[in-house]
């Protein structure tokens, strides 16, 4: 039995149409996959029936009640959110059982009690933390089950919507998210599932909607489908799932040499960067990939050891000079690190070419447009205006957007942490592409990846590290998943 039901849903905003007569059913104890690209109106039908948006057309029925007659239904569907939401600040027991009604006596909070009832969530979860550590110490994968088991304690809860859960988990970590939804199945609570995988949709999903454009182009059950039937329908054209991405020229001298660097995280790491090479590092989550990064640009300190640039030694924990120097770092959270959410797609990008935009006078307001013309072009950045603010842009044509505007920064080494975090089939192939062109033009590419498939097609090399230490450089053409996944949980340094 189906106990959300959209009928007819639709909802404009001011020229455009974002979702377009979508039915929908989700049924208790089923898994319903909800597909698109980035844009096509997934964030908006959620919206919808969590009751955050009013539609302007259509009915939601929750438990076979008209919602807009029953608002109060609205408390039967939680939602986990793609972004981390918890108060890093607080506590475990604090972000999970926020807001304490039921963990106190008139009104006061008993840390007794919020603490024992906060363990009962962390063993059924298998949570890694105690209920004291504050959330800005516990891994990504411990976070992200926290915001889950976090919906779960609405008692209430009869749907849930996940968006995007493993977006940035290993396929070792996705399981263990996985687990705890099918633990959902059988206490007869329904899923949506909101991801661009396609090993992990059909893996957990029993049903599925594809919508497109804001209209719904496909729907049924997965057993009856395969993935390119899936692809097609979101993209609405066919999509060669098995391209390589990997530089086609032949790597050039050695660009960047890492030395015994320390720092957080991570031990006595070495590896060197060809000119026109992809480099991918592979890793779980807290495996010290992104903080050796870090390290390199100038986010973090480090402990020990020495880099160079062309020969040269290369001057840690000064971002500064690493820009200056042609080295650019572009972060895995782009919302928080990559761009400007309140201004719009020409200001994002105008802030890093004032060298193609300066005259005289000042800015030329003419070459800035000109300029950023370009790249809209040049990128395939889809938006309807490049006034448009670029928040309002999907995560695939903001990830573009911010490796236009470090292009146009002419540099010699990039660094990219997690790039398709979030991204549909279709961007994902452009930005590969991207990446494949950048790297033939001399550029050295940096790539930290939690998808191995990504790692396999687009690097010519993948290292792979566990718990700070570099554990294999693998050639990708001749490497097999089992090895890689093998060097991911290995101590010993292995060279194939």
Sequence with gaps: MAYLEARGLGRDFPGVTALNDVDIDVESGRAHVLVGENGAGKSTFVKLVTGTDRPSRGQIRIDGKDAAEHPDLFRY??????????????????????????????GLVRRRTLEAKTQSYLDRFGIAAKPSDLVRNISVPDQQLLQIARASTNTDMRVLILDEPTSALTPVEVERVFR?????????????FISHKMDEVFDIGDDYTVLRNGKKVD???????????????????????????????????????????SGR????????????????FAGLVGSGRSEIMQTIFGFLKARGGRVSLDGADWPLGDT??????????????????GIFPHLSLR????????????????????????????????????????????????GGNQQKAIIGRAMAMTPKILIFDEPTKGIDVRTKAQ???IMQGLAEQGIGIILVSSE???????????????????????????????QLVGAIFATETEHV
């Excluded at 705890?180 to 899923?191: C, K, Q």
């Excluded at 590290?465 to 097999?480: E, K, L, N, V, Y």
């Design 77 to 106: 569907i939680a939602y986990v959110p793609q972004e981390l939401s918890l108060f890093p600040h607080m506590s475990v027991a604090e972000n999970l059982l926020m807001p304490f009604h039921a963990s106190g006596h008139r």
């Design 180 to 192: 705890v939804v099918r633990d959902f199945h059988e206490r007869g609570i329904g899923v949506v």
């Design 219 to 261: 729907a049924g059950q997965l057993a009856d489908v395969d993935e390119d039937r899936l692809i097609r329908a979101m993209s609405g054209q066919k999509l060669e799932l098995g391209t390589m991405f990997r530089p086609k020229v032949p790597r050039g001298k050695p660009l960047l040499t890492v030395t015994g660097l």
């Design 265 to 280: 995280k991570f031990d006595d790491v070495s590896f060197t960067l060809d000119r026109g090479e992809i480099l991918g």
């Design 320 to 337: 500064t000079k690493s820009v200056a120097g042609g080295m650019l770092y572009l972060s895995e959270e782009r919302k928080h690190h």
């Design 347 to 394: 200001e994002n990008i105008g802030l890093s070419i004032t060298d193609l935009t300066n005259s005289p006078l000042g800015i030329s307001a003419a070459r800035e447009r000109a300029a950023v013309d370009d790249i809209i072009k040049d990128y395939e950045i889809r938006t309807a205006s490049r006034e448009k603010k670029i928040s309002f842009l999907s």
């Design 431 to 433: 930005i590969y592409k």
């Design 452 to 482: 191995m498939d990504e790692l396999r097609k687009c690097a010519s090399r993948i290292i792979t590290m566990h718990s700070g230490r570099i554990t294999g450089d693998f050639d990708s053409a001749t490497a097999d998943s089992e």
